[in-house]
């Protein structure tokens, strides 16, 4: 899914999200003092707040409130909004060059002829370590073509090509949880439910998956959903890289814009039967509940295993208890992505741990689902 503007506005707490303790929770996509948490619009005169020197992204209204900034806006949180500036100048600056939308990202040049269980790489280091040692100089390469005034150009391509890595390194995690015989499997189906811009942007990238499985010679991906567009010229054209080609392994991309519980009726779907069901960053407790409750019975009636992530922990436990509730069985528990993104969204409420609130991150926290319970 694509992001979207969460308004949370609520002076009384909401016991059921556990939201007491912290009110600072309440974030909204606008600019705000951190500390007594008004709007430009919120004084008698016209308001003036002041942004923080290092990201810009946080603000204080007053003297007083300036005493107690660096208290509400941790030199940690600091550091995390910087990174989403660096993002977005280097982006607009790219965008504006080339002219196009088209994201910036990097992947390994070609397959791999071992395979090495990701659930066995540490972290994102590790992972370029030893899949990616090429990631630096790629890198580093690509920051080289783009036309920008950013002071740190290798940095800002950096994290935007780790953050790309999310996407297949999220559904190569959850292929390693559910599809037993994964490393001698040649072909897999997947189907990403819910797909929007964001998937789709990235979907070059999935070309990992094929890399990553040396046995694996037939790739199909089928990206659903009301913000897919219809593609059908693509369904039989081979995507893969040259050296896939070459190698006579496939990767192709399906397209399908209507709901799930629509799509999951048609011929196209029963007769490719996913490995493996993707949704990420659903929002599927707040945002078009009522559609997602209908995909979720047809999911959990075909039985398949389901990975699906969120941008906060409040929201994941939001969305577990309404799928308990329609009798789904969790397959795997909520816990912290490993891959989760790395450049904070600023216009989700904030996760909040023991030091306090740091922002959040695409598919930050995921579960997996399968059947009824
Ligand atoms: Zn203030
Ligand atoms: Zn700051
Ligand atoms: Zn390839």
């Given amino acids: 899914m694509g992001q979207h503007l969460r308004l949370v506005i609520s002076s009384t707490p909401i016991p059921d999200l556990q939201f007491q303790q912290l009110p600072q929770v309440y974030i909204f996509d606008q600019e705000k003092c951190e500390v007594c948490l008004r709007t430009r619009f919120q004084f008698e005169k016209p308001g003036r707040l002041h942004p923080c020197s290092s990201c810009r992204l946080a603000w204080w209204c007053s003297s007083e409130c300036q005493k107690d900034f660096s208290k509400s806006h941790s030199k940690r949180q600091c550091d995390e909004l910087q990174k989403t500036v660096s993002v977005d100048r280097l982006e607009v600056d790219y965008a ?6 088209r994201h910036l990202h990097v992947r390994t040049e070609r397959p791999r002829t071992t395979y090495l269980p990701l659930s066995s790489i540490s972290d994102r280091e590790d ?30 391509v950096r994290l935007v090509a780790t953050e790309a890595t999310c996407f297949p390194l999220t559904v190569i995690a ?20 819910g797909a929007g811009p964001r998937e789709l ?5 999935l070309e990992e998956l094929l890399h990553f499985f040396p046995m694996l010679k037939r790739l199909k991906i089928f990206f659903v959903g009301p913000e897919t567009p219809d593609e059908t010229a693509d369904k039989n054209t081979n995507v893969a890289c040259q050296y896939c080609i070459a190698k006579g392994h496939m990767r192709t991309f399906i397209y399908h814009s209507s709901p799930y519980h629509d799509f999951a009726f048609t011929a196209d779907a029963s007769n490719n039967r996913p490995d493996l069901i993707v949704a990420l960053n659903t929002g599927m407790s707040e945002v078009e509940t009522e559609s997602w409750k209908r995909t979720i019975g047809v999911i959990r009636d075909l039985d398949v295993p389901g990975v699906f992530t969120a941008y ?12 308990k509730g329609m009798g789904v069985r969790i397959k795997k528990g909520l816990a912290l992505n490993k891959w989760k993104g ?27 689902i399968q059947g009824r319970a």
């Fill in 174 to 193: 959850a292929l390693e949880d559910v599809v037993p015989d994964l490393s001698v499997r040649s072909s897999l189906c997947i189907h990403v439910v």
């Fill in 96 to 101: 504006i060059h080339r002219r196009s939308h």
């Fill in 312 to 323: 906060t922990k409040l929201e994941a436990e939001s969305e577990i208890r309404m799928l």
């Fill in 201 to 205: 942007y990235s979907k070059g990238i």
């Fill in 342 to 368: 790395v450049v904070p969204t600023t216009n989700n409420y904030l996760n909040v741990d023991e030091d306090g609130p740091i922002a959040s991150y695409n598919s930050y926290y995921r579960y997996i």
């Fill in 127 to 156: 992972y370029f370590r030893r899949i990616f040692p090429g990631f630096s100089s790629e890198t580093k390469s690509v920051a080289g073509t783009i036309n920008t005034y950013h002071p740190d150009p290798v940095s800002a």
